[in-house]
């Protein structure tokens, strides 16, 4: 139990200071990509320290549907709507529409999906994690989840993957392999490993937040007309 708390906790502080980096460069830069990055790990942050407490003191409706929202739903969405603005930027106005639709459609999956207080009593007695198909009795949160999840990755992943070989900066790879890591989560519910989701999860934004930071590096001479619309 111990061990799943501590690395939801050093998971919640590797997003948050993820998201505290893109937040200066958008600041700095207004590049639609590093906001929605930046909300993205910011509700990843959130997420952890959800799972953080569900750990550590036991499941309510409320740490549960925090959880739900801010670590499965709308994150992934989010980080797929950054990738988009990468690959595509002039079509920034739809790719923010996307991105809202998926927050009004997630927050109101939430909302008519009452959580089942049984279901979390009994994952707090194996000290696990409620299942989404149970806690929430077949509603509309579990059912938008694994549609949006898996498109929402497949964005980052073949975005990333394509990103990374054409601008010859490698280390964008990272990112893909970040989130290939963080969607193994579900395995390990799958199989009854509860306390691992909490590490691959913290494992996974730290290969992302270094895929960042290695792409952000000063590409080799010759490099830097392909890099530039990488950064």
Same mark, same amino acid.
């Given at each position: *139990?111990?061990?799943?708390?501590?690395?939801?906790?050093?998971?919640?502080?590797?997003?948050?200071?993820?998201?505290?980096?893109?937040? #200066?460069? +958008?600041?700095?830069?207004?590049?639609?990509?590093?906001?929605? +990055?930046?909300?993205?790990?910011?509700?990843?942050?959130?997420?952890?320290?959800?799972?953080?407490?569900?750990?550590?003191?036991? +499941?309510?409706?409320?740490?549960?549907?925090?959880? +739900?929202?801010?670590?499965?739903?709308?994150?992934?969405?989010?980080?797929?709507?950054?990738?988009?603005?990468?690959?595509?930027?002039?079509?920034?106005?739809?790719?923010?529409?996307?991105?809202?639709?998926?927050?009004?459609?997630?927050?109101?999956?939430?909302?008519?999906?009452?959580?089942?207080?049984?279901?979390?009593?009994?994952?707090?007695?194996?000290?696990?994690?409620?299942?989404?198909?149970?806690?929430?009795?077949?509603?509309?949160?579990?059912?938008?989840? #694994?549609? *949006?999840?898996?498109?929402?990755?497949? =964005?980052?992943?073949?975005?990333?993957?394509?990103?990374? =070989?054409?601008?010859?900066?490698?280390?964008?790879?990272?990112?893909?392999?970040? =989130?290939?890591?963080?969607?193994?989560?579900?395995?390990?519910?799958?199989?009854? #490993?509860?306390? *691992? =989701?909490?590490?691959?999860?913290?494992?996974?934004?730290?290969? *992302?937040?270094?895929?960042?930071?290695?792409?952000?590096?000063?590409?080799?001479?010759? #490099?830097?007309?392909?890099?530039?619309?990488?950064?």
């Amino acid at each position: *139990m111990m061990l799943a708390v501590s690395f939801a906790l050093v998971g919640a502080v590797v997003a948050g200071a993820f998201a505290a980096e893109l937040a #200066r460069q +958008w600041t700095e830069r207004r590049r639609h990509h590093a906001l929605a +990055w930046s909300l993205a790990l910011s509700l990843y942050s959130v997420g952890m320290l959800a799972l953080a407490v569900g750990f550590g003191r036991g +499941w309510s409706p409320t740490s549960f549907s925090v959880y +739900w929202v801010a670590g499965a739903l709308l994150n992934v969405p989010l980080l797929a709507v950054g990738q988009l603005h990468l690959l595509d930027e002039r079509r920034a106005a739809l790719w923010w529409t996307i991105g809202g639709l998926a927050a009004v459609w997630s927050l109101a999956a939430v909302a008519l999906s009452p959580v089942d207080s049984a279901v979390l009593a009994a994952a707090d007695a194996r000290g696990g994690i409620p299942a989404g198909r149970e806690a929430f009795a077949g509603g509309l949160a579990y059912q938008v989840l #694994r549609p *949006m999840t898996m498109l929402g990755s497949l =964005v980052v992943l073949i975005g990333s993957v394509y990103s990374g =070989v054409r601008t010859r900066r490698y280390g964008i790879l990272l990112i893909a392999l970040g =989130v290939a890591v963080s969607a193994t989560s579900s395995r390990f519910l799958v199989a009854g #490993r509860d306390e *691992m =989701v909490a590490v691959v999860l913290a494992v996974g934004v730290t290969i *992302m937040y270094a895929g960042f930071r290695a792409a952000r590096r000063a590409p080799r001479p010759g #490099r830097r007309a392909a890099a530039v619309n990488a950064a």
